[in-house]
C-alpha cells in the first residue's frame, strides 16, 4: 500500500540556520508531491508541489524541495528560517488514479531565539 | 485500521442536488476539521468542531453544513450543489491544538 513517512516527529533549529525536513513515499509510479504548512490557529497552506518536470521546485515563503526518485524522497528545504517559520509540516503525495492525498504523520518545526 | 475515513471517495452529482460527506474517526480526538481543496490544490479550513461545538466557522456559503452526531463523527451536507463546489474535500481531526491526522478525501464533481 502506497504510503509516506516522515521520520522527524519534532525538528527544533535556531533561528538563521538551514533547515531540511525529510520525506519519503511508497508508491510504484510517479506521484505527485506536496508539502503543506499549518502554522498554529490556522488551516493548512500549500508550499510548493511537484508534479513532473525539474526535480528542484521552489516554494512560496523562500522553500524548496527536491524529489529524488532514487531515494523516493521529497525532503523540504530552507537556507536561513525565521522565527514565523514555527509550524507543522506535512507531506502527501496524491495518488495519480484516484487523486486522493495520502498525508504523512508530520513534522513539528520548532525555532530557537 | 484507518485512522479518518471518509465516505464516499467519489461523488458525482447534478447542480441543484442535496449531499453528505461522511466522515469518522477512531483515535479519540476531540477536535475534527472540514477543509476544501481548490483546483490548485489549496486547501481552506471550512469547519471545526471540539466536543461537538462549532468552534471555526469560516466562511462558506450557508448550504454547507456540518453535523457532529458524536466526537467520532463530523459529516457535511451540501445543498443546491453549484458547480463551484467542484473539489475535493478533507476531513480531519486532532486533539485540540494537536497534530492533525487527515482522511484521504472526497472527490466531489458536480456537473
Known amino acids: 500500500a502506497q504510503s509516506v513517512t516522515q521520520p522527524d516527529i519534532h525538528i527544533t533549529v535556531s533561528e538563521g540556520a538551514s533547515l531540511e525536513l525529510r520525506c519519503n513515499y511508497s508508491y510504484g509510479a510517479t506521484p505527485y508531491l506536496f508539502w503543506y504548512v499549518q502554522s498554529p490557529g490556522q488551516g493548512l497552506q500549500l508550499l510548493l508541489k511537484?508534479?513532473?518536470?525539474d526535480t528542484l521546485v521552489q516554494g512560496i515563503k523562500g522553500f524548496e524541495a527536491e524529489f529524488k526518485r532514487s531515494q523516493s524522497s521529497f525532503n523540504l528545504r530552507k537556507p536561513s528560517v525565521h522565527w514565523s517559520d514555527a509550524a507543522e509540516y506535512f507531506c502527501a503525495v496524491e495518488e495519480y488514479s484516484n487523486y486522493q492525498l495520502i498525508w504523512g504523520a508530520g513534522t513539528k518545526l520548532i525555532i530557537k531565539p | 485500521d484507518t485512522a479518518v475515513s471518509q465516505t464516499p471517495k467519489y461523488l458525482v452529482t447534478q447542480m441543484g442536488n442535496d449531499k453528505s460527506i461522511k466522515c469518522e474517526q477512531n483515535l479519540g480526538h476531540d477536535t475534527m476539521y472540514w477543509y476544501k481543496q481548490d483546483s490548485k490544490k489549496f486547501l481552506k479550513i471550512m469547519f471545526s468542531y471540539n466536543n461537538k461545538e462549532l468552534i471555526i466557522n469560516e466562511t462558506v456559503p450557508n448550504r454547507f453544513s456540518p453535523k457532529s452526531p458524536d466526537k467520532a463523527h463530523l459529516n457535511l451536507h451540501i445543498n443546491s450543489l453549484e458547480l463551484g463546489d467542484s473539489a475535493v474535500y478533507f476531513c480531519?481531526?486532532?486533539?485540540?491544538?494537536?497534530?492533525?491526522?487527515f482522511g484521504p478525501g472526497t472527490r466531489l464533481t458536480v456537473l
Open positions: 511537484y508534479f513532473s518536470g
Open positions: 480531519a481531526s486532532s486533539q485540540l491544538e494537536g497534530q492533525p491526522v
